[in-house]
T-cell receptor, first 113, second 112 residues
Framework: NAGVTQTPKFQVLKTGQSMTLQCAQDMNHEYMSWYRQDPGMGLRLIHYSVGAGITDQGEVPNGYNVSRSTTEDFPLRLLSAAPSQTSVYFC????????????FGPGTRLLVL | QKEVEQDPGPLSVPEGAIVSLNCTYSNSAFQYFMWYRQYSRKGPELLMYTYSSGNKEDGRFTAQVDKSSKYISLFIRDSQPSDSATYLCAMSAEDSNYQLIWGAGTKLIIKP
């Protein structure tokens, strides 16, 4: 099992550009989520999904969109990148929900100029 | 005030020492308490998981939850250089759909 995979590992964007961060898991987990990690602030939940076709907002959803068309994939779209979105982004999955073990991907480092 | 407070460190101790890492929280509804370990430039991985109050032990690691004081701890015995990492506490409650609330993480350095 590959676990949770994320691409790209690193990306530089200019303000106003859009991009999609990819996340995939091969553990047949129902629950998937996206976090951003900034220095001194811990992990903050952006969006999450409890199954294919079901998504919801987390703590910091503005500027991001998600969709979940399959159990395996949960892409995160940045609509119009801003310097405030410079961060490290982690995708995670869990069998049923966040109260169970979360398996994290290796992260995507994003720099917005 | 943040819902979960965690000293960011860094905490530097010699190899073999007992390490104590702590988090305080304000939401009395939290029921699930977790410690994740994050190595540099990697994703977090679950280290310890506790439901409600009490202690849990796994090898050199012990997790304690004191709900009356709203305080959780992670103890590492016989610390090793390979324990050098950032330790993140996380907790959740049923009334908020179990969404995890995270501490900022404590950076731990074990000196050989």
């Amino acid at each position: 099992n590959a676990g949770v995979t994320q691409t790209p590992k690193f990306q530089v964007l200019k303000t106003g550009q859009s991009m999609t961060l990819q996340c995939a898991q091969d553990m047949n987990h129902e629950y998937m989520s996206w976090y951003r990690q900034d220095p001194g602030m811990g992990l903050r939940l952006i969006h999450y999904s409890v199954g294919a076709g079901i998504t919801d907002q987390g703590e910091v959803p503005n500027g991001y969109n998600v969709s979940r068309s399959t159990t395996e994939d949960f892409p995160l779209r940045l609509l119009s990148a801003a310097p405030s979105q410079t961060s490290v982004y982690f995708c995670a999955s869990g069998r049923r929900g966040p109260q169970e073990t979360q398996y994290f991907g290796p992260g995507t480092r994003l720099l917005v100029l | 005030q943040k819902e979960v407070e965690q000293d960011p460190g860094p905490l530097s101790v010699p190899e073999g020492a007992i390490v104590s890492l702590n988090c305080t929280y304000s939401n009395s509804a939290f029921q699930y308490f977790m410690w994740y370990r994050q190595y540099s430039r990697k994703g977090p991985e679950l280290l310890m998981y506790t439901y409600s109050s009490g202690n849990k032990e796994d090898g050199r690691f012990t997790a304690q939850v004191d709900k009356s004081s709203k305080y959780i701890s992670l103890f590492i015995r016989d610390s090793q250089p390979s324990d050098s990492a950032t330790y993140l506490c996380a907790m959740s409650a049923e009334d908020s759909n179990y969404q995890l609330i995270w501490g900022a993480g404590t950076k731990l350095i074990i000196k050989p």
